[in-house]
């Protein structure tokens, strides 16, 4: 596996020093060249396999974003958690099994922002969020 970003070998190694707090023992896939290029993605627990595509800060920071968006669908009560990953996979043009944001590139990030706005928007719901309020 090479770094999507900078090409450099990809290493399997502990989250210790990545992750602020590692108290679950996660495992990463890292760029070698890491911190210099900063991609990663974590492993589901106890196994090598990765939960998506590795990411760099900037990724991560918009999958963060469209994850805040997307929770609000069912958080605000307008679908059960169920009906918003239809809504999810329906958006990314996927099925419900690839319907996970940690999958997502920056396109259908920024399209989950987008949509989410719009539905929640068009019921009137205040959109607080932290990136708004910091911008
Ligand atoms: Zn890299």
């Known amino acids: 596996m090479r770094c999507p970003y900078c090409g450099a070998p990809v290493v399997f190694k502990s989250a210790d020093g990545i992750y602020r707090d590692n108290s679950n023992n996660t495992m990463l896939y890292v760029c070698a060249r890491y911190p210099a290029c900063d991609a990663y993605v974590r492993t589901h627990p106890g196994t090598t396999i990765p939960v998506g595509e590795m990411a760099n800060g900037q990724l991560r920071e918009l999958r963060?974003?469209?994850?805040?968006?997307?929770?609000?669908?069912?958080?605000a009560g307008y679908m059960s958690k169920k009906e918003a990953y239809r809504w999810l996979a329906a958006t990314i043009s996927a099925t419900l099994s690839q319907a996970h944001i940690g999958y997502l590139g920056e396109y259908y990030c920024r399209q989950v922002i987008f949509r989410s706005k719009a539905f929640l928007e068009a019921r009137g719901v205040c959109i607080m969020n932290r990136e708004e309020m910091s911008a």
Do not use: I, P
């Open 64 to 75: 963060r974003t469209a994850h805040r968006y997307f929770d609000q669908l069912h958080q």
